[in-house]
């Protein structure tokens, strides 16, 4: 195969040129594009629209990441917003208005899934107005390069960006997990936001509000994983399922603890439990700065499937409260969320209930 692809790939939209091999087939080559599910030094496996296709490697003439579509992109942006539940959500012409006391700029922030049907000043005009009814900044999510255009309208509008964050993917297998340090370290798995789990949530200051509480919680199909050791949790991580993805947020490890194999233990036994919930996929979001994150997350098998950032209205600073962008685990972010929250996901509010990581 003249084109170098590897398990590196494994998850991600490919699109495989082939040889045909059956005799005097017309046109001579072949498209294949799908979700690489497996590859070896025989063959490569897609899963198409129409199917599982397997394409012996002697055959393949080019293969390719590709972006995911815009349709894609936005699919999943909408589980996401499903797996973290703000106090308030308002559809507006196809646009999440969003508002949770100020907790996680996903939490309080418009999430433009579709173009709306009417100028795009008079939505500015709406947005601005539902977040100043609620005292907190207008922020909007924009997924790229789904609503790039969105976005250059924004930046002409001088709406400030913020940094960006990753969203990234895996397909599960339920297979074994990675060999490490913390293999067999038990895992307690609840379905209620417990006084332990939350007492390995750092971020600001370990206070969680009533409304960051209320969002963490708010899911039909959630756990909380925490390992304690010596009467202290030292780990803690958060996942939902929603339509055959796991969302896996406010993951953090007490800061004594970090390196001997405790939040990949964390991410499996939520990975091996969205999987009995009938999780295909799992997404997380995390700041692009957050170096250590991004490294567990490739480790574990995760490969960037898009970006967002937020852009925040003209003459809104963001300091209300703002702590700077975290996610909490629940968001997965760079700077370090509230577990539960991703880190890309903090926000500055206006009044004070701070942002979340
Ligand atoms: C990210 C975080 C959870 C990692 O916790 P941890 O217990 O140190 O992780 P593990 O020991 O399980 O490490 C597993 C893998 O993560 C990667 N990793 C961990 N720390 C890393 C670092 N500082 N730099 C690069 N890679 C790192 C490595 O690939 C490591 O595998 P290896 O030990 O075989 O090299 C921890 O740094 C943390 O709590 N950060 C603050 C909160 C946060 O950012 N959460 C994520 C929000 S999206």
């Given at each position: 195969m003249p084109v170098v692809m590897d398990?590196?790939?494994?998850?991600r939209r490919v699109v495989v040129r082939y040889r045909r091999?059956?005799?005097?087939?017309?046109?001579p080559l072949s498209d294949v594009v799908g979700e690489l599910r497996a590859i070896d030094q025989n063959s490569l496996t897609v899963l198409t629209g129409r199917g599982v296709r397997t394409i012996p490697v002697s055959a393949v003439v080019t293969a390719r990441i590709v972006a995911p579509d815009r349709g894609r992109v936005l699919d999943l942006e909408r589980v996401a917003a499903r797996g973290w539940r703000p106090a308030e959500t308002v559809e507006l012409d196809g646009w999440l208005l969003r508002a949770n006391s100020g907790w996680t700029a996903r939490g309080n922030s418009a999430l433009p899934l579709a173009t709306p049907g009417r100028p795009i000043a008079t939505m500015l005009a709406d947005v601005l107005d539902f977040y100043a009814t609620r005292s907190l900044d207008a922020l909007i999510q924009v997924p790229l390069p789904a609503r790039g255009l969105l976005d250059a309208e924004l930046a002409q509008r001088c709406w400030t960006i913020t940094s960006p964050v990753v969203v990234l993917t895996k397909a599960l297998s339920g297979g074994q997990p990675p060999a490490g340090a913390g293999a067999g370290v038990p895992v307690a798995l609840e379905s209620v936001l417990s006084p332990a789990w939350q007492a390995g949530y750092h971020a600001r200051d370990g206070q969680l509000s009533e409304a960051a509480r209320s969002l963490l919680s708010r899911h039909e199909n959630v756990r909380f994983a925490s390992i304690r050791t010596g009467g202290e949790t030292v780990a803690i991580g958060r996942a939902v399922v929603d339509e055959g993805w796991a969302g896996i947020t406010a993951l953090e490890v007490a800061e004594p603890h970090r390196g001997r194999g405790f939040a990949v233990r964390i991410m499996t036994a939520l990975e091996q439990w969205a999987v009995q919930q009938g999780a295909s996929h799992a997404y997380l979001q995390v700041t692009a700065t957050n170096s250590a994150a991004l490294g567990l997350y490739r480790r574990m098998g995760y490969s960037e499937h898009h970006r967002y950032h937020y852009r925040r209205a003209p003459g809104?600073?963001?300091?209300?409260?703002?702590?700077?962008?975290?996610?909490?685990p629940g968001a997965s972010?760079?700077?370090?969320?509230?577990p539960g929250a991703s880190?890309?996901?903090s926000r500055p509010a206006k009044s004070p209930p701070s942002i979340t990581p």
């Open positions: 398990e590196s790939a494994l998850g091999t059956d005799p005097g087939a017309a046109p809104e600073r963001g300091e209300r409260g703002e702590r700077g962008e975290r996610e909490a972010s760079g700077e370090r969320g509230a880190s890309a996901d």
